[in-house]
């Protein structure tokens, strides 16, 4: 783990005390109003995200899906055909963050949106942010979430949501 996501973690589990401080020392780092710390992607996580990739394009070639991910819109297609086909049950939680990585990335390119760590005081996770604000979407849970709920996922709905969320 890098040191920097290290520090912030046991600042964050110390519920926040000298948290402001350290935060400031940290590199490539910076804080929101709502107390959320956000620092760039450690090579750790890039490396997990990119598993969750490779897990998410191998089931979507089992539907017939394409020989690599675009980022692009039209990877929603793909990714809503896998989810009404219940490639993963609710019960494959790295698996279904998998295409709620792969839905992030659609995100990120469509929208703007930028991959960070947020730590705050619920814990550390990758997540995306609109610029420089506290805007923030979670998308590995996005679809996870839905699924183990049984409610439905429409991810071209969910990603005009967000766009509509977010300020012009």
């Known amino acids: ?45 890039h490396q997990r995200m990119e598993r969750q990739r490779r897990v998410a394009l191998a089931a979507a070639q089992t539907v017939g899906g394409p020989a690599a991910w675009s980022r692009s819109a039209a990877d929603l297609e793909v990714l809503q055909r896998m989810v009404d086909e219940e490639v993963f049950s609710p019960t494959q939680t790295f698996e279904l963050q998998a295409l709620g990585v792969v839905f992030g990335d659609v995100l990120e390119t469509e929208l703007g949106l930028r991959w960070v760590v947020v730590m705050d005081e619920l814990g550390t996770d990758p997540t995306l942010r609109f610029r420089d604000t506290s805007i923030q979407v979670n998308a590995l849970t996005m679809i996870a979430q839905r699924v183990t709920e049984g409610r439905p996922v429409k991810l071209r709905e969910l990603m005009e949501e967000v766009r509509r969320s977010l300020p012009t």
């Open 1 to 45: 783990m890098c040191y920097a996501v290290l520090v912030a973690n046991v600042f964050s589990r110390l519920g926040g005390l000298l948290k402001g401080a350290a935060r400031g020392l940290l590199a490539g780092s910076s804080t929101s109003p709502t107390g959320a710390f956000f620092a760039d992607l450690t090579p750790e996580e």
